[in-house]
């Protein structure tokens, strides 16, 4: 089974800074996704970004990149230029390419970004 | 595209009674479609998964009598809370994975809080 684990409960940054929400996960398998979810108040999640374990180079998505180090099983977002509409809980969470598509998640960061 | 719908988007029940969540894919067919629960302040965790027209997978601890779980069609899943209890007050997500799909990617409904008297 997998685990996913995000080591910060909360975070917050001024905005138009830059801030990094860790990632940590467990598994035995060699095709997965990772991503990194968004849900701001209206609790509608949100793909933020997606990282196929198979690809080297790290994901980017405008403002948000990601760290993917697979040998150390760590996938940490960094978020540029944080905007105030970037305040939500973020959601690092594992998919098993071979068992049926599920995602795992991990407990969540909340981000506060202050004005 | 790729838009989820969920139906009610908010429910009040009294204890006893029985509440349904429609999960509807609005653009595309689903193949699959996930059923999560999120308590206040904590993840998703997922309880069920169900493909069109075969009975549902449940997860390890959720009750399948108590939680039906129906995907008749490639647009429609509906999650069944059977005798609802003050205990099962949760908001209830779903997400829907596409028939044809150039990526793996799950797109979420704006969820169900369900309130049980």
């Known amino acids: 089974a997998q685990t996913v684990t995000q080591s910060q409960p909360e975070m917050s940054v001024q905005e138009a800074e830059t801030v990094t929400l860790s990632c940590t996960y467990d598994?035995?398998?060699?095709?997965?996704?990772l991503f990194w979810y968004k849900q701001p108040p209206s609790r509608q999640m949100i793909l933020v970004i997606r990282?196929?374990?198979?690809?080297?180079q790290n994901a980017t998505e405008n403002r948000f990149s990601v760290n993917f180090q697979k040998a150390a099983k760590s996938f940490s977002l960094k978020i540029s230029d944080s905007q105030l509409g970037d305040t939500a809980m973020y959601f690092c969470?594992?998919?098993?390419?071979?068992?049926?598509?599920?995602?795992?998640f991990g407990g969540g960061t909340r981000l506060m970004v202050k004005p | 595209g790729a838009v989820v719908s969920q139906h009610p988007s908010w429910v009040i029940c009294k204890s006893g009674t029985s509440v349904k969540i429609e999960c509807r894919s609005l653009?595309?067919?689903?193949?699959?479609m996930f059923w999560y629960r999120q308590f206040p302040k904590q993840s998703l965790m997922l309880m069920a998964t169900?493909?069109?027209?075969?009975?549902?997978?449940?997860e390890q601890g959720v009750e399948k009598d108590k939680f039906l779980i129906n995907h008749a069609s490639l647009t429609l899943s509906t999650l069944t809370v059977t005798s609802a209890h003050p205990e099962d007050s949760s908001f209830y997500i779903c997400?829907?994975?596409?028939?044809?799909?150039?990526?793996?990617?799950?797109?979420f409904g704006p969820g169900t809080r369900l309130t049980v008297l």
């Open positions: 997400s829907a994975r596409a028939v044809q799909v150039t990526y793996n990617e799950q797109f």
């Open positions: 653009d595309f067919q689903a193949t699959t």
């Open positions: 990282q196929e374990a198979y690809k080297q």
């Open positions: 598994t035995s398998e060699s095709n997965y996704y």
């Open positions: 169900s493909n069109e027209g075969s009975k549902a997978t449940y």
């Open positions: 969470a594992f998919m098993n390419n071979n068992a049926g598509n599920m995602l795992t």
